[in-house]
């Protein structure tokens, strides 16, 4: 059994409540560090702790709290990111339904590591059971005194809020989510200024995924040099893995990273293997944005070794054999699903999630969700993949926000991996309406195919 | 005094942009930095504009490639960026059209600002002074590759005197930019979200405003228009008059557009990048439409750049930097061809 | 141009003006636009969905152009800005909910209520539409239902027969 850091008390009844979490040991952390630590020391222990940010991009969140500007008379802001909407990714509506109090704990310490008074928590708007659980947390931690004017009589202050969103996955950006949370539409801003001199409100700030703040708070209780133990290499820690699809028993786990990827879909301990004795064809490794693979390539590296649950492993090979760890929303296919009809879903998705301030996202989003429908409803050409590979080059690279990259690799990756399966639609239009191409070869050994 | 002067020369940064120098005021974008050397160099802009605050960084065709980042930095940037929102850096160095990727990334987002665009230039008030039919015509967009309905949207009128072709528009926000800037109470802005986001005002209301007027100017294509135009008509049929009156509200410095004895419409000036030079009141654009309220300066001079001039006007010149530099004139073979054919 | 009816009068509560305030509280001076999104998830959970007459006395209060608040309110899928049936359901269309279902378990409601999405039933409790992602993936298929956003999971069309039932008991007895 790997080590479990945030989900280690999930099953002790009445955890949700801070009675019980504290009896758990909860809230240890807000004592040690704002009782014992100064906030560079509580900086210090995060950036020993190897923690890399949970949200997608895998950002050091050391480094990244370090970069803060302190401007004198200024507030500074952190801000966390519970907009979690990555198809493919629910740990954090997890984490907050069960241990809300981890999520509020880690708020406070790291509120205190970046000298941060009021700090806001942006739930998508989606989760109103979870922004009331995470209300009524507060409330709690507030009546016991870890939140409020002088917290544990140390004379820091912190006022903690929970903010809604109206639904807009790009609010999951950091600027769009700053945005939002000022009241206006979710549109990127565009950079610089980076959010750590100017955020909200102009002001310093600091935004942050749930994970990465739960987080806090063992490494916190027991040093970032312990958390480093854990993981492998540069992918230090335990990670929440969000599983679903075509598996045994979908739901969020936490790794200790640097498991393989074999063993997390085939063990009892995780997965479970693939739902009704199917066979593996694709799996969407870090959420919807990531590079999909097939069977052979997300088992195994080039070389043959097995590929690994960690930052490194997952994108080893570049695009051209690799993917990404993301946020960890690990979306797997059985050999019945299409591949076709899935790219057009998540391009779907992206246009409709796009904010449209950027002409190259705005337009080539559409255009590309348009061309796939035609594939996958018996209506596309030969000439359509060139088209979709061209139209996604055009918009990766070229906008404001990453959302332009999200939309572009998935379906860059799909026809790189699967240009077959495409063509088998083009070539029979009636039969793919009704059929699948199935496994083919996706799941054959990697040496045939390199050679 | 000279010590002064030294500081002053000193405090100033240097950056090359495909391959020619220049020394700007820190905090100066690329664009304005290229704004300044001027000619072929300069990226176009679609978004940008230099008298709103918080324009820019959302059509991405000034995308230029940062080869060196500074003197203190040399690395260059990883990715393409939005010369109007990337400040110059001390010994930056900056690739435009000398750049294949930069050329072929144009290429893309005019491809993309095409496709919902639709083909009705011949009937377009705009057409002869649109930037985006300039831009096409400079990146030579061959034939669409797009094979969907384009997006429509009904006309709207914005009040008695403009009216929004909301199927034209690019979403610049440029308009919006205007009327919270120039203008009070502002009435539109954007709605919905993507590619179904629309300039609109919710429940029709007018822009009634001194200064509402300037939203069809600052449009880059055919989007908002002026509906006391009168009798349709394409621009380059049209004669540009520069003209000023004494106003009570603005400056009063217009051009005049005539056809023959007539003033069809008035305007702000534009400079040579296409923005206006001063905003002008709705009095002057909408309601002075006799020769008799004006005082006459002379012909406009009509911007390099613009269709109208080079189907119309005096003949393309090439800027004066391209003769000196074998780079430039290399990368720069089409307009330099099509500028010495005539 | 979006076509809006004007048929709603709308008047605020003292309790809900109340909670306005309290909401504003959060943030700093000056700032009471954060006070928005919040704002307009109170209204809507209120009055079911958001008239021009009701963001028009949104944006009075919070004193900003109304204009600020149509665009927000039509930037954000959360916010109906026409009049939807008592019950909204909301089902998960994205990738990972296909896998196991969810097409099958849209078209079984929209047949199930005869219509369309997006359409009100002639009762006037129920409206369906596709929603993406709700970060409950590996609990598909799943859908929500306003103003509180309660989660129904592992949706099979029984599980949806008992729903729409038990919502149609619910809505006789209130
Ligand atoms: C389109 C888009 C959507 C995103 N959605 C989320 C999200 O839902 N949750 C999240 O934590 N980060 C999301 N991110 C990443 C954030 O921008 C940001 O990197 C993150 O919140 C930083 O926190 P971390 O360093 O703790 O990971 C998204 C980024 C993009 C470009
Ligand atoms: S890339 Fe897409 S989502 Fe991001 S700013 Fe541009 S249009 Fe908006
Ligand atoms: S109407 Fe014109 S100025 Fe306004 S956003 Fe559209 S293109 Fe830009
Ligand atoms: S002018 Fe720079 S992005 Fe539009
Ligand atoms: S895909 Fe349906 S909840 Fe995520």
């Known amino acids: 059994m790997g080590r479990k850091l945030l989900l280690e008390h999930i099953n002790v009844p009445g955890i949700n409540t801070l009675e019980v979490y504290r009896k758990t040991g909860g809230y240890r952390a807000v004592e040690k560090a704002i009782k014992t630590m100064s906030t560079d020391e509580v900086v210090e222990e995060v950036k020993k702790s190897g923690l890399r940010g949970r949200g ?111 639904g807009a996955y790009i609010c999951g950006e950091e600027t769009a989510l700053l945005e939002s949370l000022e009241g206006k539409r979710g549109n990127p801003r565009i950079k610089p200024p980076f959010p750590a001199i100017a955020g909200l409100y102009g002001c310093p700030t600091v935004v942050n995924n749930v994970e990465s703040i739960a987080a806090v708070v063992p490494i916190i209780n027991d040093g970032g040099e312990e958390y480093a133990k854990i993981g492998i290499g540069r992918s230090t820690g335990t990670k929440l893995i969000s599983a679903s699809g075509n598996i045994n028993k979908p739901g969020v786990y936490e790794i200790e990273l640097g498991v393989s990827v074999e063993d997390f879909i085939y063990s009892e301990e995780y997965c479970g293997g693939i739902a009704n004795g199917k066979r593996l064809k694709a799996v969407v490794a870090g959420g919807s944005s990531v590079p999909i693979l097939p069977a052979n390539l997300i088992l195994n590296l080039v070389n043959g070794d097995k590929r690994l649950m960690s930052y490194e492993s997952l994108s080893e090979g570049g695009f051209t054999t690799g993917t990404m760890l993301g946020s960890g929303g690990f979306v797997v296919l059985d050999e019945d699903q299409c591949i076709v009809r899935n790219t057009w879903n998540f391009s779907r998705f992206y246009h409709h999630e796009s904010c449209g301030q950027c002409s190259p996202c705005r337009e080539g989003t559409g255009w590309m969700e348009k061309v796939l429908h035609r594939l996958e409803n018996g209506h596309g050409k030969m000439s359509d993949m060139d088209l979709l590979v061209d139209v996604s080059k055009k918009i990766e690279g070229n906008t404001i926000c990453p959302l332009g990259d999200a939309a572009a690799w998935p379906v860059a990756s799909a026809i790189r991996h699967f240009r077959d399966e495409f063509e088998w639609h083009v070539r029979n239009p009636t039969l793919a309406v009704k059929e699948n191409f199935g496994l083919a070869h996706y799941a054959d050994p990697l040496p045939e195919l390199v050679s | 005094m000279n010590i002064l002067n030294f500081l002053k020369l000193s405090e100033k940064v240097k950056v090359t942009i495909d391959g020619m120098p220049v020394e700007v005021e820190p905090g100066t974008s690329i664009l304005n930095a290229a704004r300044q050397i001027g000619g072929d160099i300069v990226p176009p802009a679609m978004c940008y504009y230099s008298k709103l605050e918080g324009s820019g960084g959302k059509c991405r065709t000034c995308l230029v490639k940062v080869s060196k980042g500074s003197e203190k930095d040399p690395r260059p940037m990883p990715k393409l960026v939005a010369s109007c929102r ?133 449009c880059p294509v055919g989007a908002l228009t002026d509906k006391t135009f009168r009798f349709k008509n394409r621009v380059w049929f049209t004669k540009p008059v520069e003209a000023h009156r004494d106003c009570p509200t603005c400056s009063g410095k217009t051009t005049l557009w005539y056809k023959g004895e007539e003033v069809l419409r008035v305007t702000a000036r534009k400079d040579e990048f296409g923005e206006v030079e001063e905003f002008i009141c709705n009095t002057c654009r909408f309601d002075k439409k006799e020769t008799k309220d004006w005082v006459i300066e002379g012909p406009k001079k009509v911007s390099r750049q613009s269709v109208i001039n080079s189907n119309h006007y005096d003949q393309l010149q090439p800027a004066q930097v391209v003769k000196k530099n074998l780079e430039l004139m290399e990368a720069n073979k089409e307009q330099f061809e099509r500028a010495t054919k005539f | 141009m979006l076509k809006v009816e004007e048929t709603q009068s709308v008047e605020f509560s003292t309790e809900l003006v109340n909670k306005f305030a309290e909401i504003v509280s959060r943030y700093p001076e000056g700032k009471e636009k954060s006070a928005l999104l919040p704002i307009l998830h109170e209204v809507q959970a209120v009055n079911g969905w958001l008239s021009s007459v009701a963001m028009d006395k949104v944006a009075a209060y919070l004193n900003i152009a109304p204009i600020e608040v149509y665009e927000v309110a039509s930037f954000y899928s959360m916010y109906f800005l026409r009049p939807q049936g008592k019950f909204v359901l909301e089902v998960c269309r994205t990738g990972p909910c296909c896998l196991v279902g969810a097409e099958k378990i849209i078209d079984y409601i929209g047949e199930k209520l005869g219509v369309k999405e997006g359409e009100v039933t002639a009762d006037g409790l129920f409206s369906y539409r596709g929603v993406e992602c709700l970060a409950a993936c590996g609990f598909a298929p799943v859908l929500q239902i306003g103003p509180e956003y309660t989660f129904y999971e592992n949706l099979t069309t029984n599980s949806v027969d008992q729903l729409i039932s038990d919502l149609k008991d619910k809505a006789s007895k209130s």
């Not at chain 1, 970069?67 to 629910?90: H, I, M, Q, W």
């Not at chain 1, 241990?99 to 806001?120: C, D, F, K, Q, R």
């Not at chain 2, 072709?165 to 709605?191: K, P, S, W």
Request: with cysteine; hydrophobic share 40%; net charge negative.
């Open chain 2, 86 to 218: 990337t400040n110059v850096m001390d010994g930056m160095e900056v690739q435009n059209i000398t750049s294949p990727e930069v050329v072929e990334a144009r290429r893309g987002i005019v491809e993309m600002l095409l496709i919902n665009h639709p083909l009705d230039c011949p009937v377009c008030d705009q057409a002869g002074e649109c930037h985006l039919q300039d831009l096409a015509y400079e990146h030579g967009a061959e034939a669409t590759r797009y094979e969907f309905d384009r997006r429509t949207f009904d006309r709207i009128d914005i009040g008695d005197k403009i009216q929004l072709h909301m199927t034209r528009c690019i979403l610049c926000y440029r308009c919006v930019f205007v009327a919270d800037q120039i203008t009070e109470n502002r009435v539109h802005g954007i709605l919905g979200r993507g590619d179904h986001a629309e300039i609109s005002t919710y429940i029709e209301k007018a822009i009634d405003n001194d200064f509402s007027g300037n939203v069809i100017d600052v």
């Open chain 1, 56 to 166: 997608g991009a895998g950002f050091p969140t050391g480094m990244k709290w370090s970069f803060l500007a302190k401007p004198e008379g200024v507030a500074r802001y952190l801000v966390c990111n519970a907009d979690e909407s990555e198809p493919g990714t629910f740990k954090d509506r997890y984490l907050m339904t069960n241990i809300p109090h981890a999520l509020i704990e880690g708020m406070i310490v790291s509120s205190y590591a970046l000298g941060a008074n009021t700090s806001y928590i942006y739930v998508r708007g989606e989760m109103m059971p979870q922004i009331r659980i995470l209300e009524k947390a507060i409330a709690e931690a507030k009546a016991a005194g870890f939140l409020g004017k002088n917290i544990l009589g140390s004379g820091y202050d912190l006022e903690l809020y929970v903010q809604p969103g109206g």
